[in-house]
C-alpha cells in the first residue's frame, strides 16, 4: 500500500486534496461582491471623516476675523486685519478663502485634490452671523454637511 509522504497515512485511491477551480472561483466571487458593497461606503466614511479638517480651518479663521472686528472694529485687510486668505488645509484637501467687508464676512472652504470627488458637500461656508451653509459640485445647496 502506498503512503503519504506528509501524514504517514495510506492514500486512499481517488482521494481529492486541496480545491477545485469552481470552489476557488466561488471564494473570488464572493470576495469580489463583498469588496464591491465595502469599498464605496469606506470611501464616503473617509470623505466625510475629511469634512472636519473644513470645518476646523473654517472656524478658525472666522475667530481670527472676529478677533481683528474687536482691535480694528473691521473684518477688511486695509483697516489692519491681516488674515492670509486664500490657503489651503493643512492636509491639502481643502482651499480657504474669505470675502469680507467691513462688516461682513463669509469664510468658503472648496474640496481639493482626492477631497474633490465630495460631490455632495463639495463647498463650506459661514458667515459673520454664524450662519452655516454648504453647496454641492454643482452649486446647489446641500444639507448633512455640517
Keep these: 500500500m502506498e503512503t503519504d509522504a506528509v ?3 495510506p492514500m486512499q485511491a481517488g482521494a481529492q486534496r486541496g480545491f477545485t477551480l469552481i470552489e476557488l472561483m466561488m471564494a473570488v466571487v ?3 461582491i463583498l469588496a464591491s458593497i465595502a469599498l464605496p461606503s ?3 466614511s473617509v470623505r466625510k471623516t475629511r469634512r ?3 470645518r ?3 472656524t478658525d479663521t472666522a475667530q481670527r476675523l472676529e478677533r ?3 482691535q480694528f472694529a473691521s473684518y477688511e485687510a486695509a483697516a489692519g486685519c491681516t488674515i492670509p486668505t486664500p490657503y489651503n488645509t493643512t492636509g491639502g ?3 480657504v478663502d474669505a470675502v469680507r467687508t467691513a462688516s461682513t464676512f463669509t469664510v468658503t472652504a472648496t474640496a481639493r ?5 465630495d460631490i455632495a458637500c463639495f463647498r463650506l461656508s459661514v458667515t459673520q452671523s454664524g450662519q452655516k451653509s454648504a453647496q454641492t459640485s454643482g452649486g446647489v445647496a446641500a444639507t448633512g454637511c455640517w
Design 30 to 32: 464572493v470576495v469580489a
Design 68 to 70: 481683528c472686528l474687536t
Design 56 to 58: 476646523a480651518a473654517i
Design 7 to 9: 501524514s504517514r497515512m
Design 42 to 44: 469606506y470611501e464616503a
Design 93 to 95: 484637501y481643502y482651499s
Design 52 to 54: 472636519t479638517e473644513a
Design 113 to 117: 485634490g482626492a477631497q474633490a470627488r
